[in-house]
């Protein structure tokens, strides 16, 4: 099984994209549209990868985090919410917004996704609810209906940036520009701070 895939971006469509590894070969991985948006063609890419085999193929699904690989399993586990599925709603939310939503019960974070009904929105957090708690812990989630703490946004974003192949030190400078970062969706960080570096170099 693949675990993690990181290289160059090679390309990029609406759901998936092609990272090429030192060893030449190119990984077709299936991601969230947050994670596409970062990406640029001929840019470094890093994921941790879900590995699906069925008869007829095999597809890797990638996630910024080891903390999104842990969620999207857990989710993919509920009857009815196949894969992709699960990286619609890994990009609704930070993965301390998603278990936020299922600790407390917040049925219309889910049923405002496309493609999940009531039904089955409810059904994710009652599934969910106790499988969810230990990564809860290590996540650092509060059981409240926001779901995230303090700078867990910007953390998502910060994740992101090191994935992408930013320096440590530079991503930090870049994020101490962005005004109001709690209040912005971690993609909304990611794409105002790729502005603010596209001319700075990378690792």
């Known amino acids: 099984m693949i675990g993690f895939v990181q290289g160059t971006v090679q390309f990029v469509d609406d759901r998936?994209?092609?990272?090429?590894?030192?060893?030449?070969?190119?990984y077709?991985?299936?991601?969230?549209?947050?994670a596409l948006v970062a990406l640029t063609p001929g840019?470094?890419?890093?994921?941790?990868?879900?590995?699906?085999v069925r008869e007829d193929a095999i597809t890797l699904y990638g996630f910024?985090?080891?903390?999104?690989?842990?969620?999207?399993?857990?989710?993919?586990?509920v009857d009815k919410v196949g894969p992709r599925l699960?990286?619609?709603?890994?990009?609704?939310?930070?993965?301390?917004?998603?278990i936020g939503a299922i600790l407390s019960g917040n049925s219309a974070f889910f049923s405002a996704i496309s493609g999940i009904g009531k039904k089955t929105?409810?059904?994710?957090?009652?599934?969910?609810r106790d499988k969810v708690k230990k990564l809860a812990a290590s996540a650092s989630v509060a059981e409240t209906a926001g779901g995230?703490?303090?700078?867990?946004q910007t953390g998502e974003a910060e994740m992101g940036l090191l994935a992408l192949g930013y320096h440590p030190n530079t991503v930090?400078?870049?994020?101490?520009?962005?005004?109001?970062?709690?209040?912005?969706?971690?993609?909304?960080?990611?794409?105002?701070a790729l502005g603010l570096m596209r001319e700075t170099p990378k690792r």
Do not use: Y
């Not at 840019?43 to 699906?52: R, S």
């Not at 995230?148 to 867990?152: A, G, H, L």
């Open 86 to 98: 699960g990286l619609a709603i890994i990009g609704a939310g930070n993965v301390s917004q998603i």
């Open 121 to 128: 929105a409810e059904k994710i957090i009652i599934d969910m």
């Open 28 to 34: 077709q991985v299936f991601t969230t549209a947050a």
């Open 148 to 152: 995230e703490t303090p700078n867990k």
């Open 16 to 26: 998936s994209c092609v990272v090429l590894t030192v060893g030449g070969v190119g």
């Open 172 to 192: 930090k400078a870049v994020l101490g520009r962005i005004e109001a970062k709690n209040t912005k969706r971690a993609e909304e960080i990611v794409r105002e």
């Open 64 to 77: 910024w985090s080891a903390d999104e690989k842990k969620l999207f399993l857990l989710l993919t586990e």
């Open 43 to 52: 840019g470094p890419a890093a994921f941790h990868i879900v590995t699906a």
